[in-house]
């Protein structure tokens, strides 16, 4: 059994019933589908990579994880690939029963009576979803004495969140594993990009270099934003070309064995940070240096944030884009005209990592950070091009940097440290010879 199972099975209710479906195959058009990607937290608990199966987890139970799994099927597997079948499910991922998906519904009433607790996510599944309602209603229709279906229904990625949140040593070297195949694929980019290609190849480039160590692709779709395009925080056209004088804003991640990194870069087209474009740069870098720093145990997500921006608003004031008192910019929220995001997130099986924020929303406690947790450290400034009241050397620029950050007991470790965020050494990698 997994031990990320095993310790979920930890921290069910007794008499209880746990239910966790695989993500389904998402059609793209007409007949043919989007290349699957498994649920995470079902591929954190099982392993098991196909979709249409359901993970049914019975704590106190001899044999307490049981799959139902699409059946093995040669005309099937002939068009799709192969199945690992209910034999499959036993034998290669560990679960002590395995069943035809088929069979679920019929199992539902051995499943639920008698439980007092069930574990399921509702909305995220509506086929599954109307099951288990039809198994409710069933009971309630019929009042049936004989049978007693569970009186409590909890969210079970209240659990996983948590578990997820804080990274084994086996996890956090799948991260950096994942965090150095895009840190290469950055320094890639910057060793090749010169002005007249287009956005497009860039994402290409480093999109197969991703793929060619081993990556399963990228952890989210990439933003290769030329020129004012930085200004867009999540653009993803990359379709326009590069301008010599311009810069470029990469932020791009690769995903290894389902493990997620986040990299934002930014430099020159050319090679060559004019005097306004490094005058931008070196305040974002300060602030993310900084950031980075802070990002170790006991400091709290909500304070970082707010350092962030206090860091921001001083080198807006010292660009000229902001006047006026800091504490009063803060309280206006002035910032938010060229920072307009939050300073990082988690990081881990997704991009936008599972896991809460706060340890109380009501009272906004801020959760403080601890050993294992992974973060993103991003800050930005983004001069819209028409901004009539920046400076104008300074409109169209686009600045951000970010790296993916692991909390240790002795501070902290930069996975994507491998990718240069120096200034000078930007400019003297894309003036080496292998640019020539």
């Given at each position: 059994?997994?031990?990320q199972l095993?310790r979920f099975i ?8 746990a239910i966790?479906?695989?993500a ?7 007949d ?6 498994q649920?995470?937290?079902f591929r954190?608990?099982t ?5 249409d199966?359901?993970a049914?987890i019975t704590?106190?139970a001899k044999?307490?994880y ?8 040669p005309l099937?597997e002939t068009?799709?690939g ?7 499910a036993v034998k290669?991922y560990?679960?002590d029963?395995?069943y035809?998906i ?9 499943i ?9 996510r ?6 599954l979803?109307?099951t288990?309602?039809g ?7 019929r009042?049936?004495k004989s ?8 969210d079970?990625?209240i ?5 997820r949140?804080h990274?084994?040593a ?8 994942a ?6 694929a950055h ?14 190849q860039?994402e290409?480039?480093m ?5 060619d160590q081993?990556a399963?692709g990228v952890?989210?779709n ?14 993803v056209?990359n ?6 004088g311009?810069l470029l804003l990469i ?8 493990y997620?990194?986040d990299i934002?870069?930014?430099f020159?087209v050319n090679?060559k940070?004019t ?5 931008v ?9 900084k950031?980075?720093?802070?990002t170790?145990?006991g400091?709290t997500h909500l304070k ?6 206090e ?7 010292q660009?000229?884009l902001?006047?006026?008192?800091t ?13 307009m ?5 988690w990081?881990g099986?997704d991009?936008?990592?599972?896991g ?8 906004k406690?801020?959760?403080?950070y ?9 800050p930005?400034?983004?001069?819209p091009?028409d901004?009539r009241?920046?400076p104008?050397k300074?409109?169209g620029?686009g600045?951000?940097i ?7 007991k002795?501070g902290?470790v930069?996975?994507t ?11 003297a990698?894309?003036a080496?010879?292998k640019r020539k």
């Amino acid at each position: 059994m997994r031990s990320q199972l095993k310790r979920f099975i930890e921290q069910l209710d007794d008499n209880s019933v746990a239910i966790i479906p695989a993500a389904h195959e998402k059609t793209r058009s007409y007949d043919t589908e989007y290349k699957f990607r498994q649920d995470s937290d079902f591929r954190y608990l099982t392993g098991f990579p196909e979709p249409d199966a359901i993970a049914v987890i019975t704590p106190g139970a001899k044999r307490p994880y049981t799959l139902y799994v699409r059946p093995r099927d040669p005309l099937m597997e002939t068009w799709f690939g192969r199945r690992q079948g209910v034999e499959g499910a036993v034998k290669n991922y560990g679960a002590d029963k395995a069943y035809p998906i088929e069979r679920f519904a019929a199992d539902l009433g051995k499943i639920m009576d008698g439980k007092d607790v069930l574990y399921y996510r509702f909305a995220a599944d509506n086929e599954l979803d109307r099951t288990l309602l039809g198994y409710f209603t069933e009971q309630r229709v019929r009042r049936l004495k004989s049978a007693y279906p569970p009186h409590t229904i909890k969210d079970p990625t209240i659990i996983t969140g948590e578990m997820r949140l804080h990274k084994s040593a086996a996890e956090a070297k799948l991260m950096q594993k994942a965090a150095d195949i895009a840190a290469e694929a950055h320094v890639l980019a910057m060793r090749s990009v010169k002005p007249g290609m287009n956005e497009s190849q860039v994402e290409a480039l480093m999109e197969a270099y991703m793929k060619d160590q081993g990556a399963s692709g990228v952890a989210y779709n990439s933003i290769i934003g030329g020129g004012d395009n930085a200004t867009i925080l999540h653009y993803v056209e990359n379709n326009m070309p590069l301008k010599d004088g311009d810069l470029l804003l990469i932020d791009a991640g690769a995903e290894y064995e389902g493990y997620a990194s986040d990299i934002t870069r930014t430099f020159p087209v050319n090679g060559k940070f004019t005097k306004a474009q490094r005058e931008v740069y070196d305040v974002v870098l300060d602030v993310q240096k900084k950031c980075v720093d802070f990002t170790v145990v006991g400091n709290t997500h909500l304070k970082r944030q707010e350092y962030s921006i206090e860091l921001l608003t001083e080198g807006m004031k010292q660009l000229g884009l902001l006047k006026g008192k800091t504490r009063d910019l803060i309280k206006k929220k002035a910032y938010l005209k060229y920072y307009m995001h939050g300073v990082g997130h988690w990081l881990g099986l997704d991009v936008h990592d599972a896991g809460r924020y706060y340890v109380d929303q009501q009272a906004k406690q801020s959760r403080p950070y601890a050993v294992g947790m992974v973060l993103t450290v991003e800050p930005g400034i983004y001069v819209p091009p028409d901004d009539r009241s920046a400076p104008a050397k300074y409109r169209g620029i686009g600045i951000r940097i970010e790296d993916d950050v692991l909390v240790t007991k002795d501070g902290n470790v930069n996975l994507t440290a491998k990718v240069t965020k120096e200034a000078d050494e930007i400019e003297a990698l894309m003036a080496s010879d292998k640019r020539k």
